[in-house]
């Protein structure tokens, strides 16, 4: 229940300028591998060229869903937009693995009607209610993003990580907060459960300002979804991968797309 | 140089008999005098590792000792994430305060942490090394690693550049 109502909550946040959807989304925590009783993370998200650098647009986080170590579903707090970002606390009171997402799926549909070009944003169910009939040039695209990253205090845990079955997701190999510069780590993507095949993977690594080259990695998932990248260096990286699927018959065309956040240490 | 040396001899003598014989272990560290107005005393993990066959990485075994701001109930531990290598290997999984191996952080100068053979009699013979990571307040980090053998008295040294000087380690009999 409680599903359906964040799943039409995040429809609204589908409300993104599409000049966005060019520049890279991203939620950044400002630490990832904690320790002690309890621990407070802070977010960034925003959607900019260059990762982790808020100068864009701030992220519409109405699909925020952190996921506890426990399974559970806890609350954001001292939520903020800011110009370029958007940001949030997590109070860490669970030993373990956290994963935060903003996640945002529906259709859009774009169509003619007496000449005039409208759009539609809503669920696929209630698409075929709020078409006129008298439309034109209908296009209708299903859509997924998941805006994620994930965070530990204490010993890694994977419970928070199961899948959904929706989108594009990324299943550990290796643990997502268990990453150190020049070790290999594998993910699988699975995309609405199934292994992504052959889906091209970009790393990038926070900091561009600080240097000239872009330094971006670009992998291929292999047949099972899986990917290995060996991190050169430390930092932050945004891990993003999507997926376009042209409509078949009475299939929808389907965009996904995910961008994860993770961080190397030294 | 000479814990390479040592490593590499403990190797040619090929497999040792298990389990090892009754011996302590015996690590001193020092921590360095460092200048400057803001000094805090680092926190500090010793933990053995087992030493890595052919392709495969060393794997951290057991934690003897970490020094931490044992007192500091609320907010002691909120450090140890910062000895980055240990919490990776040993420490997050780990419920701290132990018994015999958490205690205080410590001054500057030589400190010995003995190890009775009781605690180490389940540890096969073969070829090891002890690790000493420190994280400082508004200092650095830095990892010693002293390959050593367990099955016979040996000794090996090693020594930091950084956060900590020397660090020796002594099977004994």
């Known amino acids: 229940m409680k599903k359906s109502i964040a799943i039409i909550a995040a429809l609204a946040a589908l409300a993104l300028p599409m000049s966005a959807q060019a520049h890279r989304a991203w939620l950044a925590p400002t630490s990832t591998s904690l320790s002690g009783t309890d621990a407070w993370v802070g977010f960034d998200a925003g959607m900019s060229n260059g990762v982790f650098i808020p100068d864009h647009a701030a992220m519409n986080l109405a699909g925020l869903v952190i996921t506890a170590p426990d399974g559970s579903t806890v609350a954001p707090e001292n939520m903020g937009r800011a110009r370029y970002r958007s940001t949030f606390d997590l109070h860490l009171t669970q030993q373990g693995t956290y994963r935060v997402a903003n996640v945002m799926g529906g259709v859009i549909v774009s169509y003619k009607q007496g000449g005039e070009q409208k759009r539609w944003r809503g669920s696929e169910a209630e698409m075929a209610a709020n078409i006129p009939a008298d439309a034109t040039d209908v296009v209708a695209t299903r859509n997924n993003s998941r805006i994620e990253t994930f965070v530990t205090l204490g010993a890694t845990s994977t419970t928070a990580l199961a899948p959904t079955g929706q989108g594009i997701e990324l299943v550990p190999v290796t643990h997502p907060n268990d990453l150190v510069a020049g070790e290999a780590a594998t993910f699988k993507l699975v995309r609405d459960g199934q292994p992504a095949a052959d889906l091209e993977v970009t790393i990038a690594r926070g900091g561009t300002r600080y240097r000239d080259n872009p330094e971006e990695i670009t992998v291929r998932t292999g047949a099972d979804g899986a990917f290995t990248v060996t991190w050169p260096q430390p930092g932050m990286y945004w891990v993003n991968a999507s997926v376009r699927i042209p409509a078949q018959g009475q299939q929808l065309a389907y965009n996904a797309q995910y961008n994860g956040v993770v961080e190397v240490l030294p | ?173």
């Open chain 2, 1 to 173: 140089m000479r814990p390479l040396t040592l490593a590499a001899s403990a190797a040619a003598l090929g497999t040792f008999a298990a389990p090892a014989m009754a011996a302590d272990l015996n690590v001193t560290v020092t921590v360095p005098q460092q200048t400057g107005a803001a000094y805090h005393r680092p926190y500090v993990a010793l933990w053995i590792e087992r030493a890595g066959a052919g392709q495969a990485a060393a794997t951290p075994v057991r934690t003897l000792a970490v020094w931490y701001e044992v007192s500091n109930v609320a907010e002691g531990k909120d450090w140890l994430k910062d000895m980055r290598t240990w919490w990776r290997g040993l420490g997050r999984g780990m419920t701290l305060p132990a018994d015999g191996v958490s205690s205080a952080t410590k001054a500057p100068g030589r400190h010995t942490v003995s190890i009775p053979a009781a605690r180490l009699r389940d540890l096969p013979a073969g070829n090891y090394s002890v690790v000493v990571e420190a994280a400082r307040e508004l200092g650095g980090r830095e990892v010693v690693r002293v390959p050593f053998v367990w099955g016979r008295a040996n000794t090996a040294q090693g020594t930091g550049r950084t956060e900590l000087g020397a660090v020796s380690v002594a099977v004994t009999r």
